[in-house]
Structures are given as C-alpha cells and as structure tokens.
C-alpha cells in the first residue's frame, strides 16, 4: 500500500524549530494538494497547512507566521517548516496526499505520523 513517509519530529525546546519532511515519489497520480495535521493526546485531529498544486498556502490560525508549507518537487516532499514552537505544538504530524488519476478517481494518503515534542 502506497503510503507517505514523515521524517524530522523530535524533541525541541520552546523558542526552537524542526523541518518536517514528507516523502511521497511513490504517488503516481497528479498532486492537488499536500496538507499536514497534528493530533495532540486527548485532542481531534486538526488541519494545520495545504498547498495546492497550483502552489497557494493555507495555515491554521494557530501556527500563522510561524510554520511555513513548501513543496520540493524534485525530491518529491512536502516540508513544514516550524519556527517559534511552542509546548501546546506538541502532537503527532501527520501528511496527507491527495492525487487524482486521468480518470478522475482520486485518492488520499496518509503518512504513518511523526512526533513532535516542545518542552524545557
């Protein structure tokens, strides 16, 4: 089964940043539009950036000016940069794809997740 992979979660102090990474060359459908979520505990899944394929960017209003979505094509990935973390950005992130083939069926596909910890 064709699933993203998320690497660069960790554990990071308040005031620092992490890169999140997601791989996704295993897609071979065309890309619409490449988001990441986070799940804290005890918490639902939320939205927290997209781009499309068009390259427009869309950011929780929790994370503005701090996190930034880009795509690298030529690596295939889709990156989070975080900046000016904070302990309530600690959960686990997730990526998710979704692409659609000429027949117009499309898919969605999740990543695995990757944890992100903010604490002194």
């Known amino acids: 089964q064709v699933q993203p992979v998320e690497s660069g979660g960790g554990l990071v102090q308040p005031g620092g940043s992490l890169r999140l990474s997601c791989a996704h060359s295993?897609?071979?459908?065309?890309?619409?539009?490449m988001y990441w979520y986070r799940q804290a505990p005890g918490k639902q899944r939320e939205l927290v950036a997209t781009?499309?394929?068009?390259?427009?960017?869309n950011y929780a209003d929790s994370v503005k000016g701090r996190f930034t979505i880009a795509r690298d094509n030529a690596k295939n990935t889709v990156n989070l940069q975080m900046d000016s973390l904070t302990p309530e950005d600690t959960a686990v992130y997730y990526c998710?794809?979704?692409?659609?083939?000429?027949?117009?069926?499309?898919?969605?596909?999740w990543g695995q997740g990757t944890q992100v910890t903010v604490t002194s």
């Open positions: 295993e897609i071979i459908f065309s890309i619409n539009a």
């Open positions: 998710k794809i979704y692409a659609c083939g000429r027949d117009r069926t499309c898919y969605t596909y």
């Open positions: 781009i499309t394929s068009g390259g427009s960017t």
